[in-house]
């Protein structure tokens, strides 16, 4: 039996949540408003819904300095909805398989045809991002599809690859507002919620709005295009309500905190502070070079990988929760997003010095 507060969360998703939206949910569960009634309960045509869907949308907007020139929607389907999505609405990709998430991106794409494999980091068990050559992208290609944060390996694009014009397309679920982005690079972002935005269900897309325009083949359902999204103010159904009122929450917690810079400085110092505790030590070992690091996924292993479970079972008697790596890989993966406090990742490490100095 564990209370609140005395454990921390490092799970991949769905991910912890800041205590003050917890608490604000909490407090507004049952009355949201002064309505006697729960977000839940509400209609997705009350003014009271449109006025959350709204203010959530314009926080993300100013939290990410979106142009006018893009749409911000709210999907469902989760971040794989948007695999076959992408290729349905934009057309003929190139792909960068830097791993699990990006091959599944690439096999929907390639499943209509529409998808090639440019590039990768496959031969390297999908251990650091790969530089792309521009002129490597195929002429015909409608957009490059890239995963900026590799959830499962730890790797991240340090920034955005040059395209030559073509249209960038990023699967940002796991570090969407973990640092500023400088939206002007990209043609579409997409991000599942369930990481750094808020409950599992809701799926953010920020997409140029030019790229609403290209021709989509009329066999391709209103639900899976981007235009009916933007067309009905992503309420051409009804959208995941409460999961939009959380996000909104997420959104204002950000902005109260400074905005993402600030989020980024506190990011960067708790990645550096495990980062540091690994270098330093002579039982985990991470080898993704430097400049590749993820600051939200850091996974480790241990020199002696028998280990790994009794690292695992003695982290979590002492609340130190979800450290077990993806299944397909193994080894602990610390998932730092951000909402995981600084003192969580001290504890962390303070464990990891205390269970090399007994173990070694
Ligand atoms: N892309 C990335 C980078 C992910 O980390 C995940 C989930 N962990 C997905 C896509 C798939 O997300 P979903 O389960 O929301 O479809």
Request: aromatic fraction near 10%.
């Amino acid at each position: 039996m564990k209370e609140i507060g005395e454990i921390y969360n490092f799970c991949a998703g769905p991910a912890v949540m800041p205590v003050p939206v917890m608490e604000n949910v909490q407090k507004e569960l049952r009355n949201h408003g002064g309505s006697g009634m729960s977000v839940m309960e509400i209609s997705h045509r009350s003014e009271a819904f449109k006025g959350i869907l709204a203010d959530a949308k314009s926080r993300l907007k100013a939290l990410l300095n979106v142009p006018d020139d893009y749409a911000v929607l709210f999907l469902q389907g989760g971040a794989s909805l948007q695999f076959p999505m992408v290729p349905m609405n934009l057309g003929k990709g190139a792909y960068v398989i830097t791993g699990r998430w990006a091959q599944k991106a690439y096999e929907a794409a390639a499943l209509q045809k529409k998808g090639v494999a440019i590039d990768g980091s496959a031969d390297k068990d999908f251990g650091y991002i790969p530089r792309i050559d521009p002129a490597s992208i195929p002429k015909d290609a409608d957009y490059l599809h890239i995963c900026d944060n590799n959830t499962l390996y730890g790797t991240r694009y340090f920034e955005p690859p040059e395209t030559g014009g073509v249209p960038l397309v990023s699967d940002m679920s796991s570090c969407i507002l973990s640092r500023p982005c400088d939206v002007r690079k990209y043609g579409l972002i997409y991000a599942g919620a369930q990481k750094n935005i808020g409950p599992a269900g809701l799926c953010v897309v920020i997409i140029r709005k030019d790229l609403l325009e290209r021709p989509v083949d009329e066999s391709v359902p209103l639900m899976l295009r981007y235009r009916t999204y933007y067309e009905f103010d992503s309420m051409y159904n009804t959208p995941p309500t409460f999961s939009v009122y959380v996000a909104g929450l997420v959104f204002a917690w950000l902005q109260d905190l400074g905005g993402l810079a600030v989020m980024e400085e506190i990011n960067k110092e708790k990645a550096k502070l495990l980062y540091s505790a690994i270098a330093d030590s002579a039982l985990y070992i991470n080898n993704v070079p430097p400049r590749d690091r993820s600051i939200m996924n850091v996974p480790f292993r241990l020199r002696n990988r028998a280990l790994e479970p009794k690292f695992l079972e003695e982290a979590e008697k002492e609340g130190l929760m979800n450290l077990k790596g993806h299944w397909s890989i193994g080894g602990i993966r610390a998932s730092i997003y951000n909402a995981m406090p600084m003192e969580g990742v001290k504890k962390l490490v303070n464990f990891m010095q205390k269970f090399e100095r007994e173990n070694l």
